[in-house]
């Protein structure tokens, strides 16, 4: 367990007891690459803790269209995956993972009688959720103000960073689920930064040919 | 002090000192219809508690473009006003006061103090955090997956039911600031709406006639 406790931000700030009793109710969990983690709905799995690997949390409309809300990885805890413990919480998102990831899985009742009886870890969760909404509000404003050009630019510009490279392997359907619209749509407008010559298309490949025009382009 | 704390949900769970610290560092605001409580940016403005009247929250485009967030209500509290208490918070709001506002003003830095030392004060914190983040949340899957049609039946069934009438004095100007969207666009909607018999408009006034379509409407 030395090894949750480097993880766990507020691990110095528990009491011997919280610490066993939060060490004893642990589970070590692995999750291939595309598997679904946390399913929406009624589930409430418990707090995922990211040791190594990539997650995507992001919601599914009725007919099946996704959006990413955010991505969570090495150290990242997600609460939305354990929603029963915060009374208020109403509203389900579903969690993959993006790349083989290795977690904890802490049960959502010890959490919450842990961060019903301690202030630091109640002030800590408060922490990830307030940073959690920031990156939704920050996807909100992208999706009423900025056209899609602009957010299909800022995904690839992430991604590249994300993936340390500027051979991205992904479909077009991919992206499409990323930002809530449609393949075509995708297809459509990598065709004209294409035509640009901001990116080159291959089976599955989207190049990066011109990293700068395409900042200037999510920029603009 | 005797009404605040019948206003503050977890007064009871406060110590004596916290007590003092609070009552004593409150102020009792009142802020006209149509006036700017919060105005994002950096201000730390302090949280809000609403003892009577009606608060808006929204956000601003860069090009003057708003959409609502949420309303607050008798005992509902504003924690984004007071973003600077918690260091994750990195987006800005502004309030607006929709009707006469009555309302306590706490200022950000003895909130923070007692948050950081109580854990139902922290808890609490989190449970209207929660709260908003799930209208947010709401109101993204709104944006992202419902046509305007049923946006605009499930605004105006929302004022009806605030405003206790089905005679509304709303321009189309502010049910689009509402929406996100832009007064032409209200303008045709509100206007094949009539052409269905479910409103009858007139200068500044939306008549809703057939609540029961508009429902069924906002429903399909």
Known sequence: MMDFSDYFPVWDQLTPAQQMRLSGSLS???AKKGSIIHNG???CTGLLLVRSGQLRAYILSEA???ITLYRLFDRDICLFSASCMIHSLQFD???EA????EFWLIPPEVYK????ESAPVANYTNEIMASRFSEVMWLMEQILWKSLDKRVAAFLLEETSIEGTKQL???HETIANHLGTHREVIT???RYLQSEGMVKLSRGTVEILDEKKLEELQEL
Chains 1, 2 share one sequence.
Do not use: Q, S
């Open 98 to 101: 993006e790349k083989d990831t």
């Open 64 to 66: 099946g269209r996704e």
């Open 169 to 171: 392997k992904i479909t």
């Open 93 to 95: 998102i579903t969690i």
């Open 28 to 30: 070590e969990r692995t």
């Open 188 to 190: 459509r407008m990598l």
């Open 113 to 116: 009688n842990i961060m019903e």
């Open 41 to 43: 709905g009624m589930e």
